[in-house]
């Protein structure tokens, strides 16, 4: 089970201004440790409590999200040492607590304005965690990775190939195959015998993703055919979906929109098989559609026409009433909410398929 350092309910944030952290990236969740430690091990302590004799064990994120940088917590290695050995001595010998620094190398490197450097801060906190205590790391931070294998750890690879958030949420929303990226990525990490950890924040739109990643990394040998056939089979449709899948990977991977509409097709009468799987993959397929029609043939421009088609679309799918109900009852409000949105995505659609 894993949770962020110093995170607070909303409530606890409004009501503890002075304890306030002062953030980078994350703002409304977080108190700073020094001045709100008591505050947030009532949260984090109670979950540690509640859990404790029944999960696999706990991990604990440092900064992002939840970093600080107030004069207080500036060097961080002491804080981080003391948010480490107060989770552990909460949970004691009833559970594991491992620890997820997977952002040390900006504090180490000064790579990130306007976090302070904090001199020789990897060797500092990977030096406190016992030898073979496994330790997930940023991919592209090899020094971490070196110091760390040095100290006898074992280093989850934490690639953020599949880049869930990536500035904007296109990247969670329009389902978004990857599909040869990520036996790239489990290839790649298997020669290097690590493993690979990912997560996601919206899975019923990625299912195949996180079924192919998941499906490759357990069975080696497994092909892409048989690791889609068997999720067609696990939420019970026809094998139609695996050729869905693959159309959609095609349009991805620069085929044309025939392939996209064809995906969409075989897709749209499975919602009333298996709606408790296919009607959120099937309406972000719909939206992905609209985007496309109209981008691939105006240079990825997002039109008056095609805000109106999709407000219009989202307001009748259950799948976008939590994206939008707040907005949804003034009109006038609506449309430039979603298209903001729509600019975002389909500026992501222009990078990946505008060279094409
Ligand atoms: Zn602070």
Redesign the pocket.
Known sequence: MGFSANCVPPHAWLANPEQR??EVHYNGIHL????GKDTITQFSGHLIEQFADVADGFIVWYADPGL???E??VPYTP?MLDIKQTYEAIAGDRAQVHHCPWWIWHFEDGTHEPLPVTPNIRRDFLSSLPAGDWVPLYDQDPKSIDIARELVLEVLSFAFFLDPEGGNEAHNVLPRTRFGRIEEAVTGARERDLGLLAYRLTPYTQMAQDWLFFRRQLYPGISREQALEQLARFIGVGEQLVEALNLLDQWWEGRGIEALRSAAEIIRPMVAERPEYMTHLAAALEVLLMLAEVGSVNGWQVTDELVAKVQEYMEQTSTFTAFTHEQLWDMARARPFIRQRLEWWMGVLAAEMGGR
Do not use: E, L, M
């Open positions: 952290a002062t700073c440790w020094q001045r600080c940088i107030c207080q917590c804080v």
